[in-house]
C-alpha cells in the first residue's frame, strides 16, 4: 500500500512555540488530508488541500502542500495546551486515502 | 446533525473467540470506512464502501476479517477467529466522497475498542 511518513514521532514544546510536523508520501499525491485525534479520541478533519504549492491558514495553523504533491506540513505558531494531541496526514491517489505516522505533540505549560 | 455511531464500545475476548462490530455512518453518506487503530499508529485503512460496494479492501486479512454493508447505509465488521495481534481500536468512519469526485472530509465514530487475551 501508499507509504506516507511523518517526522518527528514526538515533539515536546514549550507553550508559545512554535510546532511543525512534516509529512511524505512515496508516490505522488491527488490530495492530502490532516486530522488532529486527542489523546483517547477520534481523528478529527482539520484541512484538504489539492493543489501544487497550496497554502492554507486557519488562526494559528498553517498548513502547505509541495510543488511536487509528494510533501506536505503544518506549522502551529505559538502553540498552546488546547493544541496537545497526534496529527494525522492523510494521503490520498485516488478515492482512498492512507494516513500517516502521526507526530504527537506536549505542550509544556 | 448525528455522528457517526458505533458499537460496542469495549470489547474484551479471548483468542480464537469472534466479535463483530457495528457501524451507523452519517446519514446521507455514501463512503464508509473501516481504520484499524493499533496504540501509537496511524489508522490503517482495512475497507472502504462506495453505498453497499466496496472499493478497497486490498489490506484487510481476508482470512478472517469480513465486512458487509448490505444496504449501503450501516455496516458490520467481523473477526473471526481472533489473534492477540488483533487487539487494537477499530474506527468507523464516513464521507460524502463520490468516485467521480476523489475523497472528503471524512467523519469518524467514537471507535471500539477490541482487547484480545
Known amino acids: 500500500g501508499q507509504q506516507v511518513m511523518q517526522i518527528p514521532q514526538y515533539q515536546h514544546v514549550q507553550e508559545g512555540e512554535d510546532f511543525t510536523t512534516y509529512c511524505n508520501s512515496s508516490t505522488t499525491l491527488s490530495n492530502i488530508q490532516w486530522y488532529k485525534q486527542r489523546p483517547g479520541g477520534h481523528p478529527v478533519f482539520l484541512i484538504q488541500?489539492?493543489?501544487?504549492?497550496e497554502v492554507k491558514k486557519q488562526k494559528r495553523l498553517t498548513f502547505q502542500f509541495g510543488e511536487a504533491k509528494k510533501n506536505s506540513s503544518l506549522h502551529i505558531t505559538a502553540t498552546q495546551t488546547t493544541d496537545v494531541g497526534t496529527y494525522f496526514c492523510a494521503g490520498s491517489t485516488g478515492n482512498q486515502f492512507y494516513f500517516g505516522t502521526g507526530t504527537s505533540l506536549t505542550v509544556i505549560p | 446533525e448525528a455522528g457517526v455511531a458505533q458499537s460496542p464500545r469495549y470489547k474484551i475476548i479471548e483468542k480464537r473467540q469472534s466479535v463483530a462490530f457495528w457501524c451507523n455512518p452519517i446519514?446521507?453518506?455514501?463512503?464508509l470506512y473501516w481504520y484499524q487503530q493499533i496504540l501509537g499508529q496511524g489508522p490503517k485503512l482495512l475497507i472502504q464502501?462506495?453505498?453497499?460496494?466496496?472499493?478497497?479492501d486490498s489490506q484487510l486479512p481476508k482470512d478472517r476479517f469480513s465486512a458487509e454493508r448490505l444496504k449501503g447505509v450501516d455496516s458490520t465488521l467481523k473477526i473471526q477467529p481472533a489473534k492477540l495481534e488483533d487487539s487494537a481500536v477499530y474506527l468507523c468512519?464516513?464521507?460524502?466522497?463520490?468516485?467521480?469526485?476523489?475523497?472528503?472530509?471524512?467523519?469518524f465514530g467514537q471507535g471500539t475498542r477490541l482487547t484480545v487475551v
Open positions: 488541500l489539492v493543489k501544487s504549492g
Open positions: 464502501f462506495q453505498n453497499n460496494g466496496v472499493v478497497d
Open positions: 468512519a464516513s464521507s460524502l466522497a463520490q468516485l467521480t469526485r476523489g475523497p472528503t472530509e471524512a467523519f
Open positions: 446519514s446521507g453518506h455514501a463512503t
